[in-house]
Structures are given as C-alpha cells and as structure tokens.
C-alpha cells in the first residue's frame, strides 16, 4: 500500500464525516468513493466501512432507499433556518440562476464567435487566394483574346452552305461520305476528336 493511501486509510471517516458535512446532502457508499477516491486515493471496501462506522456512532446518519443504503450529515448539528432566512436563501438562488443562465448566453455567442473567426481566411492566406484567381483570369482572359484574334473561324452561315453543298456531291457519289472527304482532302471536326460544345 502507498504512503498516500496508508494516510488516507488511516483518516477515512475524518475525510468522510467532513465531505457529508459540507456538502449535506444526501450519498449512496458509491457516491461518496466515486466523488473522493481519486483525490484522497480510497479503496471502496474503506469506504463503506468507514461510513458504516460513523452511522454506528450516530455521526451521520443511515437509512435505506430501495436495495441501497444512504447516508447523509446529522441535521441536529446544524442550526435551524427561519422562514426568512430561506426566502432570501431562495431569492439568492434565482438571482444567481439568471446570472449562471446569462454567462452560460454570453459563453455560447463567444464560442460561436470564436469557431467563425477560426474558420474565416487570415489576411495572407485571403490575399493569396486573389492572386490564384487574378491569375486564373488572366489566364482566361489570354486564352479568350487568342481565339478572338484567330483568323480562321467559320461563320455558322459558312459551315451550313458548306455542308449543304456537300450533301448535294454525295447525293450522286458512289462511296460513303467519308471516304468522299479523304479523296478531296476535306478535314472534319471528328478528324481531331473536337467536340463543339452546344450553342
């Protein structure tokens, strides 16, 4: 056994009796190690022990509830209450409710806050996402100029003559139309794998 957990066993109903006293309210002997195991390092069979050891001394006091046992700090210690007393108790307890339930407000606006900052663009990074698209553009606006300045374009008007015309040849040729295009060395759109994009 540790020395911490040596001590601990020697004080447990000390630390227990003081815990109920404080905290006066009602415990189950798990209630009590689950709440104070971790800062004074109680096994649970000491616990139980020690809280049945002080209900035997008429310490605390004992009752049962349903299958458990609970246990909780003799009311006789403590002094009585007038009714004032409980009624500014209560008025305490609405003013420090509304004042719990106004930061818990506060807390939650200023998370939020916090998460759209966090996820917003710092300044370099929002100045480095204009320059992408400046260049971007630029590069479209490039590529938009060179086809404007090709000077082999057909004119829809010149396609639909064109294909009128060939349509009225292939109406007396006898091989297919493509074979007609190889032979007078006619170059289509298909040669090349272009594919217009819908008007």
């Known amino acids: 056994m540790s020395k911490g957990r040596a001590e ?3 004080g447990v109903p000390g630390i227990l009796l003081r815990y109920l006293q404080e905290q006066n309210r009602p415990y189950s002997a798990q209630d009590v190690f689950g709440n104070l195991q971790r800062e004074h390092e109680l096994g649970k069979a000491a616990v139980v022990k020690a809280l049945e050891q002080l209900a035997q001394q008429g310490k605390i006091k ?3 509830y349903g299958k458990q046992k609970i246990y909780f700090a003799d009311q006789g210690q403590f002094d009585m209450v007038s009714d004032a007393d409980l009624q500014c108790l209560d008025a305490k ?8 339930q106004s ?4 807390c939650r606006q200023m998370e939020a806050e916090l998460k759209e900052l966090t996820s917003a663009l710092t300044t370099p990074d929002m100045q480095k996402e204009i320059q992408e698209l400046k260049k971007e553009c630029a590069g479209y606006t490039e590529r938009l100029r060179n086809i404007k300045a090709a000077t ?4 829809p008007e010149e396609k639909e003559q064109s294909t009128e015309l060939s349509d009225a040849i292939l109406e007396g040729y006898p091989k297919s139309k493509k074979q007609f295009f190889e032979e007078v060395g006619i170059e289509t759109d298909e040669d090349y794998n272009v594919k217009l994009p819908d008007p």
């Not at 307890?93 to 719990?100: E, F, G, M, N, S």
């Not at 930061?103 to 506060?106: E, G, I």
């Not at 082999?152 to 004119?155: F, K, L």
């Open 8 to 10: 601990a066993a020697a």
């Open 62 to 64: 004992e009752k049962m």
């Open 93 to 100: 307890i609405v003013a420090l409710t509304a004042k719990a």
């Open 103 to 106: 930061l818990q407000q506060n």
């Open 152 to 155: 082999n374009h057909v004119t």
